[in-house]
């Protein structure tokens, strides 16, 4: 049965034998959150604990935000989470996360918070840093989860742990999503059947921009395959090509998966729900490097992130995906 504890010291009582595996949320959990704790459990082991924070952080909401809004889902949250495998659920007031009010000493997010989500919602990753320190600290965890959905967070997360020698490891989670694509996040409550419909053009952006990606890698794949002759040149028409677009020269030169055509093509699709009833009303889209989350160039090889923020009437979505370029295959 899964426990309830509201204070830092009934859980620094609980008696540790293996591994403790922590997942942090702000409460209204879904499948989402669930295949967190799933994975935790397994991090854990049979022997560990698996510990499920819910709280709603107050310095993660700027003016404007929706922190009365929020949902709040206790009874429900400790069920799902029973369900899918924590032994523990803390769930601390404010008071216990912040005994003296708010904190006058906090994390800074530093440049990387500044960009995208952090231009957005100024302020947002200085708040969201300083609680998963609190948080890490109050719950002293050997594994600490959470979901790639968030990549931004992630990322600084992973940034802090690295730079200020905490002593846990972090591990990501891939997103979820719901049969028709949209990223389980607890705000989709919030979109009526409309605002569902447009804010499905987020995840199909990423979709259009990982499959304009791949199709672009296998096409250089197979250029490289073929001598570089007559022959070459109809074998890449075969492919559906123009015979310039089979250029040698052209192909063999072109940056591998073409970082200008991913963001077109995820453009486009964000364009069209521009014009749609209600419309999309597109914050940002960027495919940036992850160790630091700035816009990538033509020549950049590795590991990127392609992510989208929009808003659909009152209510903000993100999203993102994986994308690997120079490895001649299809993305991540």
Same mark, same amino acid.
């Given at each position: 049965?899964?426990?309830?504890?509201?204070?830092?010291g009934e859980l620094h009582a609980r008696v540790r034998k293996g591994r403790r595996a922590v997942v942090?949320?702000?409460?209204?959990?879904?499948?989402?959150?669930?295949?967190?704790? +799933?994975?935790?459990?397994?991090?854990?082991?049979?022997?560990?604990?698996?510990?499920?924070?819910?709280?709603?952080?107050?310095? @993660?909401?700027?003016?404007?935000?929706?922190?009365?809004?929020?949902?709040?889902?206790?009874?429900?949250?400790?069920?799902?989470?029973?369900?899918?495998?924590?032994?523990?659920?803390?769930?601390?007031?404010?008071?216990?996360?912040?005994?003296?009010?708010?904190? @006058?000493?906090?994390?800074?997010?530093g440049p990387m918070g500044e960009r995208l989500e952090g231009s957005s919602r100024p302020g947002h990753?200085?708040?969201?840093?300083?609680?998963?320190?609190?948080?890490?600290?109050?719950?002293?965890?050997?594994?600490?989860?959470?979901?790639?959905?968030?990549? @931004?967070?992630?990322?600084?997360?992973?940034?802090?742990?690295?730079?200020?020698?905490?002593?846990?490891?972090?591990?990501?989670?891939?997103?979820?999503?719901?049969?028709?694509?949209?990223?389980?996040?607890?705000?989709?409550?919030?979109?009526?059947?409309?605002? +569902?419909? &447009?804010?499905?053009?987020?995840?199909?952006?990423?979709?259009?921009?990982?499959?304009?990606?791949?199709?672009?890698?296998?096409?250089?794949?197979?250029?490289?395959?073929?001598?570089?002759? +007559?022959?070459?040149?109809?074998?890449?028409?075969?492919?559906?090509?123009?015979?310039?677009?089979?250029?040698?020269?052209?192909?063999? &030169?072109?940056?591998?998966?073409?970082?200008?055509?991913?963001?077109?093509?995820?453009? @486009?699709?964000?364009?069209?729900?521009?014009?749609?009833?209600?419309?999309?009303?597109?914050?940002?889209?960027?495919?940036?490097?992850?160790?630091?989350?700035?816009?990538?160039?033509?020549?950049?090889?590795?590991?990127?992130?392609?992510?989208?923020?929009?808003?659909?009437?009152?209510?903000?979505?993100?999203?993102n995906i994986p994308l690997t370029f120079g490895t001649f295959g299809a993305a991540s």
């Amino acid at each position: 049965m899964t426990t309830l504890l509201r204070t830092a010291g009934e859980l620094h009582a609980r008696v540790r034998k293996g591994r403790r595996a922590v997942v942090m949320t702000m409460g209204a959990l879904h499948e989402g959150h669930a295949t967190l704790v +799933r994975t935790a459990r397994d991090l854990a082991g049979p022997d560990g604990e698996v510990v499920v924070t819910v709280f709603v952080n107050p310095l @993660q909401f700027g003016a404007g935000d929706d922190l009365d809004r929020y949902p709040r889902t206790l009874d429900a949250d400790l069920a799902l989470a029973g369900r899918s495998g924590a032994d523990v659920v803390f769930a601390p007031a404010v008071e216990e996360v912040y005994p003296g009010g708010e904190p @006058q000493v906090r994390i800074s997010a530093g440049p990387m918070g500044e960009r995208l989500e952090g231009s957005s919602r100024p302020g947002h990753f200085d708040g969201m840093l300083t609680v998963v320190a609190k948080l890490l600290h109050l719950t002293r965890p050997d594994v600490a989860l959470y979901g790639q959905k968030d990549a @931004q967070q992630l990322a600084l997360i992973r940034r802090m742990v690295r730079d200020l020698n905490f002593g846990v490891e972090i591990a990501g989670v891939p997103t979820v999503r719901e049969e028709d694509g949209l990223a389980l996040s607890s705000r989709n409550r919030y979109l009526s059947a409309p605002e +569902r419909r &447009t804010a499905l053009a987020l995840s199909r952006a990423l979709f259009a921009g990982r499959d304009r990606h791949a199709a672009q890698e296998a096409l250089r794949a197979r250029a490289r395959e073929v001598p570089a002759t +007559r022959a070459r040149a109809e074998a890449l028409s075969a492919l559906g090509e123009s015979r310039a677009a089979a250029d040698t020269h052209a192909v063999a &030169t072109a940056a591998p998966g073409g970082p200008a055509a991913v963001r077109a093509a995820a453009r @486009q699709v964000l364009d069209e729900a521009a014009r749609l009833d209600p419309p999309l009303k597109l914050d940002y889209l960027a495919l940036v490097d992850p160790s630091d989350f700035t816009e990538i160039g033509e020549d950049f090889t590795g590991e990127a992130v392609l992510a989208v923020a929009a808003r659909v009437g009152t209510t903000r979505l993100i999203d993102n995906i994986p994308l690997t370029f120079g490895t001649f295959g299809a993305a991540s």
